[in-house]
């Protein structure tokens, strides 16, 4: 069973950038396919970005592409979402999740019923 650690929070100005990073421990890091969710107050959690086991394969929300990046380093167990040009409306308590994945090294999934782990959470408050 993994467990994942959000960190890279913080409060930032309309188009600064931050970098959150997740890092997991307890199971076979590179097996696991990653996700970014986020909710913002009085919303439902919705899906940011996926990625494979492989990092070949990504998918982002419409709202955040072109402007965040999922990326990981097996080596290092650690999932990373580059936030870039933020907005207000980014503004959110952003979650890590994994789900064990298959032998498609390329599988992304952007579904949050399609994960069964989850962090605790990181905030992120964008001011305008």
């Known amino acids: 069973q993994v467990q994942l650690l959000e960190s890279g929070g913080g409060l930032v100005q309309a188009g600064d950038s931050l970098r959150l990073s997740c890092a997991a421990s307890?199971?076979?890091?590179?097996?696991?396919?990653m996700g970014w969710f986020r909710q913002a107050p009085g919303k439902e959690r919705e899906f940011v970005s996926t990625?494979?086991?492989?990092?070949?394969?990504?998918n982002d929300a419409d709202s955040v592409k072109g402007r965040f990046t999922i990326s990981r380093d097996n080596a290092k167990n650690t999932v990373f979402l580059q936030m870039n040009s933020l907005k207000p409306e980014d503004t959110a308590v952003y979650y890590c999740?994994?789900?064990?994945?298959?032998?498609?090294?390329?599988?992304?999934?952007?579904?949050?019923?399609?994960?069964?782990?989850w962090g605790q959470g990181t905030q992120v408050t964008v001011s305008s």
């Open positions: 307890g199971g076979t890091f590179s097996w696991y396919v």
């Open positions: 990625i494979s086991r492989s990092g070949a394969s990504t």
């Open positions: 999740a994994a789900e064990f994945g298959s032998a498609n090294t390329a599988a992304i999934y952007v579904n949050e019923n399609d994960y069964d782990y």
